[in-house]
C-alpha cells in the first residue's frame, strides 16, 4: 500500500518561496505520475500541476510563471517550489499519485501552508 | 480555461433517498480518438483528502459502493448516490482532466 507525505515549513513570509517535499513509501515514484493541489480554508480544490517520471512537469498557467515541481528518484521524493508567495497561497498542499486518467490513487494526508509576516 | 460548475452548492436528503449533484462543463471535455469524457468525481470529508469515486464519467472506481453511479450527456455530467448513507455525508467535486489547467467544480455540500 503506498503511502504519501507531504513536509515543509507551515508558515512562509510574504515574498518568499514555498518548498515542500512528499515522500512516498510502499512504492516506487518511477511509476505513475505525480500531482500537487492545494484547497484554501474552506474553499475548493484547486490543481497545481502533474509531474511524469521522465522529468516533464504541466503546470497551471495561472501558477505556472511561479511553481516548480521535481522528482529525486533517489529519496522517492516529490517536490513543490512555489515562488513570491503572498497570502492568497495559503492552503492545505495535497500530493497525490495519479493513475490513468485523472484518478488520484493515493493522496497524502495535507499540510497547511500559511503565508505571513 | 475549462469552467466546471455544480448544482446544487448544497443539499439535504434524507436518509435512504437519492442524491443527485449535477456538474456541468463550459466546453467539450471528450477526447475524440478514445471517446472517453475526462471527467472524475471525488467524495471528501472534513480534514481528508478526496477520494475518487467515479472517472471517464461513469467508471466506478474499485471499493466505492454501488449506490454511487455516474453519468452525463453531452457537457452536462451527473453524480447520482441511489440510497444515502450516514457515511455519504461530505462534499463532492467533479474534476475534468481534459485540459490544462485541470479544474474542479467548486463543490456540493451533502447533508443528511
Known amino acids: 500500500q503506498v503511502q504519501l507525505q507531504e513536509s515543509g515549513p507551515g508558515l512562509v513570509k510574504p515574498s518568499e518561496t514555498l518548498s515542500l517535499t512528499c515522500t512516498v513509501s510502499?512504492?516506487?515514484?518511477?511509476?505513475?505520475?505525480w500531482s500537487w493541489v492545494r484547497q484554501p480554508a474552506e474553499k475548493g480544490l484547486q490543481w497545481i500541476g502533474r509531474?511524469?517520471?521522465?522529468?516533464?512537469?504541466n503546470y497551471n498557467p495561472s501558477l505556472k510563471s511561479r511553481t516548480t515541481m521535481s522528482l529525486d528518484t533517489s529519496k522517492n521524493q516529490l517536490s513543490l517550489n512555489l515562488t513570491s508567495v503572498t497570502a492568497a497561497d495559503t492552503a492545505v498542499y495535497y500530493c497525490?499519485?495519479?493513475?490513468?486518467?485523472?484518478?488520484?490513487?493515493?493522496w497524502g494526508q495535507g499540510t497547511l501552508v500559511t503565508v505571513s509576516s | 480555461d475549462i469552467v466546471m460548475t455544480q448544482s446544487p452548492d448544497s443539499l439535504a436528503v434524507s436518509l435512504g433517498e437519492r442524491a443527485t449533484i449535477n456538474c456541468k462543463s463550459s466546453?467539450?471535455?471528450?477526447?475524440?480518438?478514445?471517446?472517453?469524457?475526462?471527467l472524475a468525481w471525488y467524495q471528501q470529508k472534513p480534514g481528508q483528502p478526496p477520494k475518487v469515486l467515479i472517472y471517464?464519467?461513469?467508471t466506478r472506481e474499485s471499493g466505492v459502493p454501488d449506490r454511487f453511479s455516474g453519468s452525463e450527456s453531452g457537457t452536462d455530467f451527473t453524480l447520482t448516490i441511489s440510497s444515502l448513507q450516514t457515511e455519504d455525508v461530505a462534499v463532492y467535486y467533479c474534476?475534468?482532466?481534459?485540459?490544462?489547467?485541470?479544474?474542479f467544480g467548486q463543490g456540493t455540500k451533502v447533508e443528511i
Open positions: 497525490g499519485r495519479l493513475r490513468e486518467g485523472g484518478v488520484f490513487d493515493s
Open positions: 510502499g512504492g516506487s515514484i518511477n511509476s505513475f505520475s
Open positions: 509531474m511524469y517520471t521522465s522529468g516533464t512537469a
Open positions: 466546453q467539450s471535455v471528450l477526447y475524440s480518438s478514445n471517446n472517453k469524457k475526462y
Open positions: 471517464w464519467a461513469s
Open positions: 474534476l475534468q482532466y481534459y485540459s490544462n489547467p485541470w479544474t
